[in-house]
């Protein structure tokens, strides 16, 4: 016969794996199907002296008195309970009564569990397992990680570290096979993974690409600083944009094509946007297919404006969506304020730090840039913990600041192959990048306005950032990139409406908010 639901196929087999039938068993309950439609007694006298033997009472649940809901007592024991209800002529099968779990998939990283940021249950987070139903990240969206670079050795970053396309030699760029199809070389390619992370072979057996590129450092795989050697380093600047030899990101502060962190600051940061969900190691960043690209332009004591309006520069050129800024000044200089403006304008989207003085940054006297600035394309970020309280450090603002996120023991890489607690508003920054990102990735053509806005009106509401922010909400991601969320603009009005006794050839819609086209 033919079975229609997902509850009945569970019994195609139903005596085949006693095993696993006692793993089912969580409670103290089974679902008996019998041959035929049951009337007010659907038991027949022998399968009911049976369960008043096993002290167990019987209930119709569906389907006309065809299954039967039984509940054993709690001491009988339910692994002999369903073979002596398996034998009841008239019983079809009896199955354990499964339980069932909502469809969210929790990432096989095992350090997971610890942050507590991305999904928990005593408090606050940012809702990202659900957001991973719909998407864990478009591998063509770059980020920018304007910060202390990245190590991009580590294990949980080195797959997602953005190479330069017009810096790789056209000699080298015309044999490489693009393992993971998403159009782009990168690191998938260059050891031979699909999208999923799997390891790909040609028709010899072999790893496609393997004679590309030399594993230099010896981690065993192969990251970005195997390729700070010829070929793929050859002298010359191949893409004309006055860096030689940038294929992997700049150090703006040493002037070099090598980025490396050995901070740490920066690689945290890459690690809470982009470390490689779902592969076995570590943790899991908001965004598992990221591509990252290194800034470097702070060495953890201080930077410049000049380096970061270069870093910027260099971000925005290469195609960065979103610009990532754990980091602030309190003077207020109008060349970084312009350098983020025409970040805007070329599409890009800045997330900046609050900034960590316990401030009220709507005050000009201890205001914090570029966090403070008023731009369409920048969000500024302040840190909760995980009761959804504004952190003691957190700078905040009812007109500058916008949202909170989680910026308080937050886990994530460290140089080396290791893991680190931070906290600080940049820890929060970052985890709203990762949101942007995964929006970015699912809508490629959104204008940064309509990335900003999207973020912002789908905050959570907490109590802690009322009067604190001008959203007065947390980060969520789930809400951000649902793409069935409807909370667009909502028309208010409209003029002419009902019968309209003339031709017209213009109504006029008033909204609830400003729009623009890309709305
Ligand atoms: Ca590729
Ligand atoms: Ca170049
Ligand atoms: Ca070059
Ligand atoms: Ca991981």
Known sequence: MKRSTALLATADHPHDNAQRDLRRISSQRMIVRLDSAGSSMPLSQEAQAVLASLGAKGSSLCCDGRLILVTLASEVDAAAALDRLRALPGVRYAVPDDVVSLAVFLPNDPQFAAQWALKNTAGVDIDATRAWDQTTGNSTTLVAVMDTGIDYRHPDLYLSIAINQGEIPASLKSQIVDTNGNGLVDFYDLNSLDANGNVVLDSSGQKYNRALVTDHNGKGYIDAGDLMFPPWTDGTDNDGNGLVDDIVGWDHLGNSNNPMDTFGHGTHVASTIGARGNNGTGIAGVNWRVRLLPERFHAGDGGT?????????????????????????????????????????????????????????????????????????????????????????????????????????????????????????????????????????????ASPQWLVDRTLSTVRPLSGLAGKTTTGG?????????????????????????DVATPTDRVTLTFDRSITAST
């Not at 009220?360 to 600035?373: F, H, S, T």
């Open 305 to 445: 404006i000049s380096d970061a309006i270069r870093a910027i520069n260099h971000a925005v050129t290469q195609g960065a969506k979103v610009i990532n800024s754990s980091w602030g000044t309190t003077v207020n200089n109008p060349a970084l304020r312009d350098a983020v403006d025409w970040a805007g304008q070329q599409g890009v989207v800045v997330v900046a730090a609050a900034g960590n003085g316990s401030s009220n940054i709507d005050n000009p006297q201890v205001a914090y840039y570029p966090a403070a600035y008023s731009l369409t394309n920048l969000i500024s970020v302040a840190s909760v913990d995980i009761n959804g309280n504004l952190s003691g450090f957190s700078n905040y603002g009812l007109t500058k600041v916008h949202l909170g996120a989680p910026g308080e023991n937050i886990l994530g890489a460290a140089p080396g192959s290791g893991y680190a607690m931070w906290n600080g508003t940049s820890m929060a920054t970052a985890h709203v990048t990762g949101v942007v990102s995964l929006l970015a990735g699912l809508f490629p053509n």
């Open 474 to 498: 947390m980060l969520e991601a789930f809400s951000a990139i649902n793409t069935t969320n409807t909370a667009g603009p909502r028309i208010l009005s409209a003029s002419p409406i009902g």
